[in-house]
C-alpha cells in the first residue's frame, strides 16, 4: 500500500476529483493548505495598504492506495492538476505498513 | 444529568466486591421481567400510546424495580433502611424517563458512619441495576453535606430541584426536603439563578442561538426539551413567580409543545438503541411518515413536519427566552444597592413615542399606540439604526396588537423607502429577526414564508433556508466590530458599501427559490425578487441591482474556488461579470455573509483569503484599467435604445456623440435615466457653458458638473466645494472624445448651510458656476476656510503616501494618494497637479473614515508623466500634504 499526497492548485481541485472518481477511488482527505514552493508569493496593494501574498492557497490531497492503483491515480492526478505554469503543485508517495478498519478492524488493503 | 459521585464513592464501586448473596429475587428473574415490560412500553408507543404515557410507565417500572432491587439488597446484607435513602434526581425525578436515559440516583446518607455501613449493599445494588438495564448514575452525599452548596457542581443542585423520595429511610429524605435544601437554596438562590443563567446562555451559545438547525437535537439544542426545563428551573428558583405572567394559553402550548417533542425524544431513543437525541434526515422522513406527535389525519412530508417540529420549538424557545432576559440576580454589595436605588431604572427619553430604551432594549411605552403600524416600524428602524435589541415584552406588544384582527390598524402599508432605511442602517439584523419572529417580515415580504422553517437536505448546510437567510444579514452587522481575524479585511468594505439597502434586500431573497417548485433555486429567487420589486415599487435601477446580486450571488464562491485567481485572466474576466466597484463590494461582502452561514466553520481562514485576494485583484482591475476600456458608442446598441426612449427628442447620433469616448465606468455607474439627464444638460451646454445639478443624496449631496475640459477645472471645483465648507467624500472626473468634462462630487455639507438654509443652495451654484466661469476669484472663497480648517487635528492619522504607476495604463501615468482626510485636501493636491501642467484624465476619489484613497490618471501633453516630472510631482505633493 503506498500513501499519496497530492499539493495541488484549488481550481484544479473539482477536476482531480471528477476524474479520481471516474477511476474508482472514493476515499480521501483533503485539506485547505497554505504554502509555497518555487512559486513564490507577491505583493498587492490596497488602499495604501500592502498585502504580501507569501503563502499561496493550495489544496492537499491524502490518499492510501492499493499498490495496482498507484500508477493509475498518479496519471489522473498529473493529467488534471497540470496546468504547465509554476505553481501546480507536486505528488509524494510513501510506503504504509498497515491499515486498519476502526468499524470491523479489518486490516490490510480490505481496510481502504 | 451529569451527577459526580464523590471520590469515596467511586472507589467503591471500583472494588471487587463478592457476589450478592442470597438475593430474594433472582437475577435470571429480575433482568427478563423488565426487559419484557421495556418491550410492552415499546409496543404501547408504536402502537399509538402517548410519549407522555409511555415515560410514565417507564418510570414506573425503574421506581418498581429499583424499589425490589433495594430490599433485596437490605435483605441480603441484613440491614435496615434507616439513615439510607435512595432519591430521584433530574428528570427520572420528574418522572420523565426517556427509553434510554440514565437513572440520576442520589443515595443520601444520615452520617459518614452509615456511608461506611451501606457501601457493599450500594455497590451490589448498582450493578444488579446495571445487569438489567437501567443506566444508573449515582452520587452520594451525608445530608450535612447537602447543606453546602458546591459551586463547581451547579448541575447537581439543578438535579435536586427535581427530588423524589424513591425509597428507604422516609424520615431522612423528609429532612432533606423540608428542612435542610429549602435553607440552603435560599441562602443561595441568586448564585444558583446567576449559574443557571451562565448555564443556559453557553447551551444556547453551543448551537449557534437557533432553533433552526437541518438536524436539531430535540434534548439540548434552542427550543429542544432541555428549554422548558430551563424555565421551569428559572421559575421554580426565581422569588418572584407571577412576574412574566405567563397565561394558561401559553401554558397549553407550552406543553403541546412538551408532548410533540418528547414523542420525538421517545422515538429516537427506540429507533437509535441508545441515548441519542438527534433528529436525523432519515429519521424526519421515518417521523413524518408516521405523523409523529401528529393527531390529525393529515398526510405530511419530511419538510411540511419538521415545520411543526420549529413552531413547537419555537414556543419552548421563547418561554426560556421570556425567563433568560429577567435580570439575573448576582448578590450586591451594600454600596451597589445604594448606588442602584440612587440611580432607580436607566430608561432613556422618550420624545413623545410610545416607545424607548431600558435597560439597553426596547419596550413599549404605550401598547394601544402600536396600532399605528408606523410606530412598530419606526421602532424597529430604530433598533436596526442603534443596534439596540427589542425586548421580549416589546415582541409581545406587538403579538397582541398582530393576533387581535378587531383593533383598528392603521398605516399599514410599508413603502420601499421605510423598508430602506432599515435594511441600510448599521444593524438590519436587530430589526429584521424579531419582524420574522412575529410575522411581521413575511407580512411585508411574503415571498420569504417560502422559505419559513424549510428544511433542504445539503451535506455542508446546518440551519433551516430562512434562518441562514438572516444569519447572512448577521454575520454583515457583526463586521461593525470584527469578532475575528476572518472578518478584519472585510469591516471597511461593510463600512463604506453602497446602497447597503439593496445589499440587504438581496439577501433576503438569495435562496427563496429553494422552497419554490422550480429546477434552480436561483431562477426561482429571481421570480420572487420580481414580485416584491412590484409590489413595494423598487426602481428599474435597484430591481437591476438586485437581480444582479441573486443572480450572481455564487458566482465570486466558484470563481475563487475553481479559478485561478492569480492569472489576470481569471481577474479581468470576472471583472467584466461584476462590472465595477460598487456592485463588486456588495457581491464580495454577501459571497462573505453567505459562506459564513453555511455553519460556523465553513468560512475558514483560507477560504476568507482567498475571496479577499480575489476582491482586491478585481478592485485594482477596475482602478488600473479606466482610461484603458472606453466607450464605443455605435456598439452599445441596446444602451443606446434604452437612454433613447427615456430621452425626450433624442437621437442616437447625438446620444453616441456624448458617450464616445467615455471611461467604460461612466457607464458602469450611471443608469439608462442618469445618462439620459446628463445629455439634456449636455444640449444646453450651447447656451449657459457650465452645467450643474445638485440633489441631496442620504444625508449628503450629489453635484454633476458638465462643460467643456480646461485647465485646472478639477482643482477649481474641489476649490469651491471646500470654500463653502463641504467635504467631498467621493469623486469622479470622466471626459468624453470630444472634451466634455463629466465631473460628480459626492459630498457631505459639514456645517449643514444647505441644509438648514435653503436659499443659500441657489448662491452656492452662482458661485460654483461663477468660478468656474472665471467671473469670481476663488482665493477669497477659500481664505476664511482655509485657517479653521487647519486648526482642527485630525482624529486619526494616516501616514501620506504616494504611489506612481506606469504599467496599467497604455496612455497615462497612475497616481495613488492614500493620505488623512481634511476639508480642501482635494483641492491641494489639484492645485498642484494644475501648478505642475499635469492633466487629469480620469480620477476617482474615495474616503474611508478619515483616509482618502484617490487615483489619478495624469497625462502631460498626451503622454505619460516622465520620471524627471514625477519626481517633480512628488516632491510638489510632499511639500504641500505634509
Known amino acids: 500500500m503506498m500513501k499519496l499526497e497530492a499539493i495541488i492548485q484549488p481550481s484544479r481541485f473539482e477536476s482531480v476529483k471528477d476524474a479520481l472518481r471516474e477511476a474508482g477511488i472514493e476515499g480521501m482527505t483533503v485539506t485547505e493548505v497554505r504554502g509555497h514552493g518555487r512559486q513564490k508569493g507577491h505583493t498587492e496593494v490596497y488602499r495604501g495598504r500592502e498585502y504580501t501574498v507569501d503563502l499561496l492557497p493550495k489544496i492537499k490531497l491524502e490518499m492510501v492506495l492499493p499498490d495496482k492503483l498507484v500508477n493509475t491515480v498518479v496519471d489522473t492526478i498529473l493529467k488534471t492538476a497540470k496546468t504547465g505554469k509554476i505553481g501546480d503543485g507536486k505528488i509524494f508517495l510513501s510506503r504504509v505498513d498497515e491499515a486498519i478498519r476502526i468499524r470491523n478492524e479489518e486490516r490490510g488493503e480490505n481496510a481502504l | ?882
Open chain 2, 1 to 882: 444529568m451529569t451527577t459526580a459521585a464523590r471520590p469515596g464513592l467511586r472507589l467503591l464501586f471500583g472494588q471487587p466486591v463478592n457476589k450478592m448473596q442470597g438475593s430474594v429475587t433472582p437475577q435470571s428473574v429480575l433482568g427478563p421481567q423488565a426487559d419484557d415490560e421495556r418491550q410492552r412500553i415499546r409496543r404501547e408507543f408504536e402502537a399509538g400510546v402517548s410519549a407522555r404515557q409511555t415515560v410514565l410507565a417507564l418510570c414506573a417500572l425503574a421506581d418498581q424495580k429499583t424499589q425490589q432491587v433495594f430490599e433485596d439488597a437490605l435483605q441480603t446484607h441484613t440491614l435496615s433502611s434507616s439513615g439510607l435513602c435512595l432519591v430521584a434526581l433530574g428528570g427520572y425525578g420528574r418522572r420523565l424517563l426517556f427509553p434510554y436515559s440514565d437513572l440520576d440516583i442520589l443515595f443520601l446518607f444520615g452520617t459518614e458512619k452509615a456511608e461506611q455501613t451501606f457501601r457493599p449493599l450500594i455497590s451490589d445494588f448498582s450493578r444488579t441495576l446495571w445487569d438489567m438495564g437501567f443506566r444508573v448514575s449515582s452520587a452520594g452525599r451525608t445530608i450535612e453535606e447537602c447543606k453546602r452548596i458546591e459551586e463547581d457542581n451547579i448541575e447537581f443542585h439543578l438535579a435536586l430541584l427535581d427530588r423524589r423520595f424513591l425509597a428507604g429511610d422516609t424520615e431522612l429524605f423528609n429532612r432533606l426536603d423540608t428542612r435542610v435544601l429549602p435553607t440552603s437554596e435560599k441562602a443561595a438562590r441568586p448564585f444558583l439563578l446567576a449559574q443557571l443563567h451562565k448555564l443556559t446562555k453557553d447551551r444556547l451559545n453551543r448551537y449557534g442561538n437557533t432553533i433552526f438547525h437541518l438536524e436539531p437535537n430535540v434534548k439540548d439544542a434552542p427550543g429542544g426539551l432541555r428549554d422548558y426545563q430551563a424555565a421551569a428551573w428559572l421559575r421554580q428558583i426565581s422569588e418572584n413567580k407571577q412576574s412574566l405572567n405567563i397565561t394558561a394559553a401559553e401554558e397549553d402550548l407550552a406543553s403541546g409543545a412538551v408532548d410533540f417533542l418528547s414523542a420525538i425524544r421517545c422515538f429516537l431513543h427506540y429507533a437509535n438503541g441508545r441515548n441519542d437525541n438527534t433528529l436525523t434526515y432519515e429519521l424526519q422522513a421515518a417521523a413524518a411518515e408516521r405523523s409523529l406527535g401528529v393527531s390529525d389525519a393529515e398526510t405530511r412530508n419530511a419538510a411540511e413536519w419538521m415545520r411543526l417540529y420549529f413552531r413547537h420549538a419555537r414556543t419552548l424557545n421563547r418561554l426560556l427566552l421570556r425567563y433568560l432576559e429577567q435580570k439575573a440576580l448576582v448578590p450586591q454589595t451594600f454600596r451597589q444597592r445604594i448606588f442602584n436605588v440612587a440611580r432607580g431604572p436607566k430608561t432613556e427619553p422618550t420624545n413623545g413615542r410610545p416607545f424607548g430604551v431600558r435597560d439597553g432594549m426596547f419596550e413599549v411605552l404605550n401598547q394601544p399606540a402600536l396600532s399605528d403600524r408606523s410606530q412598530i416600524f419606526s421602532m424597529l428602524t430604530e433598533a436596526a439604526r442603534a443596534g439596540i435589541p427589542l425586548s421580549r415584552q416589546a415582541e409581545r406588544c406587538i403579538a397582541y396588537i398582530m393576533q387581535h384582527p378587531e383593533l383598528t390598524v392603521s398605516n399599514a402599508e410599508v413603502s420601499w423607502s421605510g423598508l430602506r432605511e432599515m435594511l441600510g442602517a448599521d444593524y438590519p439584523g436587530f430589526a429584521l429577526r424579531p419582524m420574522q419572529r412575529l410575522g411581521l417580515l413575511t407580512e411585508i415580504l411574503p415571498e420569504f414564508s417560502r422559505i419559513d422553517s424549510l428544511v433542504v437536505r445539503d451535506f455542508y448546510h446546518r440551519y433551516t433556508v430562512d434562518e441562514h437567510s438572516l444569519r447572512t444579514i448577521e454575520h454583515l452587522q457583526e463586521l461593525a466590530d470584527p469578532p475575528d481575524e476572518r472578518a478584519e479585511h472585510f469591516q471597511p468594505l461593510w463600512r463604506t458599501v453602497d446602497r447597503r439597502d439593496l445589499l440587504i434586500f438581496a439577501l433576503l431573497l438569495h435562496d427563496v427559490g429553494k422552497g419554490m417548485p422550480v429546477e434552480n433555486h436561483v431562477a426561482g429567487s429571481l421570480e420572487a425578487l420580481a414580485s416584491a420589486a412590484e409590489r413595494l415599487k423598487l426602481s428599474e435601477e435597484e430591481v437591476a441591482e438586485v437581480h444582479f446580486l441573486i443572480e450572481r450571488h455564487l458566482d465570486m464562491s466558484a470563481t475563487m474556488q475553481r479559478r485561478d485567481i492569480f492569472d489576470p485572466a481569471t481577474v479581468s474576466g470576472f471583472a467584466a461579470t461584476v462590472g465595477n466597484q460598487e456592485r463588486l463590494q456588495r457581491l464580495c461582502l454577501l459571497t462573505y455573509a453567505d459562506i459564513h452561514a453555511v455553519n460556523p466553520e465553513a468560512l475558514t481562514p483560507w477560504k476568507a483569503d482567498m475571496l479577499w485576494q480575489l476582491f482586491v485583484a478585481t478592485s485594482n482591475h477596475f482602478s488600473r484599467t479606466l482610461d484603458r476600456d472606453r466607450v464605443h458608442a455605435p456598439d452599445e446598441t441596446s444602451l443606446l435604445e434604452q437612454v433613447r426612449i427615456v430621452l425626450e427628442g433624442g437621437t442616437t447620433e447625438e446620444i453616441e456623440r456624448f458617450l464616445e469616448g467615455l471611461p467604460r465606468r461612466y457607464l458602469a455607474v450611471h443608469s439608462a435615466n442618469d445618462i439620459a439627464q446628463h445629455i439634456a444638460m449636455y444640449r444646453k451646454l450651447k447656451t449657459e457653458p457650465v452645467q450643474i445639478e445638485l440633489r441631496p443624496s442620504g444625508r449628503a449631496f450629489s453635484l454633476t458638473l458638465m462643460t467643456a475640459d480646461r485647465p485646472s477645472l478639477f482643482a477649481t471645483i474641489a476649490g469651491v466645494l471646500a470654500g463653502w465648507g463641504m467635504n467631498i467624500i467621493k469623486a469622479d472626473a470622466f471626459a468624453n472624445a470630444a472634451g466634455t468634462v463629466v465631473d460628480t462630487f459626492h459630498f457631505a455639507d459639514l456645517h449643514r448651510t444647505l441644509e438648514l438654509n435653503p436659499t443659500e443652495i441657489d448662491r452656492f451654484r452662482r458661485s460654483l458656476v461663477d468660478v468656474v466661469n472665471g467671473r469670481a476669484p476663488l482665493q477669497p472663497l477659500l481664505q476664511g476656510r482655509d485657517k479653521a480648517s487647519r486648526e482642527r487635528p485630525p482624529k486619526v492619522a494616516i501616514e501620506t503616501k504616494f504611489g506612481f504607476d506606469d504599467n496599467s495604463s497604455e496612455h497615462s501615468t497612475l497616481l495613488e494618494i492614500v493620505a488623512t482626510d481634511r476639508p480642501g485636501l482635494l483641492y491641494d493636491i489639484g492645485s498642484t497637479l494644475a501648478r505642475l501642467w499635469c492633466n487629469i484624465e480620469v480620477a476617482l476619489i474615495d474616503t474611508e473614515g478619515q483616509k482618502v484613497i484617490d487615483v489619478f490618471y495624469l497625462t502631460e501633453q498626451g503622454k505619460k508623466l516622465s520620471p524627471e516630472k514625477q519626481s517633480a510631482l512628488f516632491e510638489a505633493l510632499r511639500t504641500k500634504l505634509g
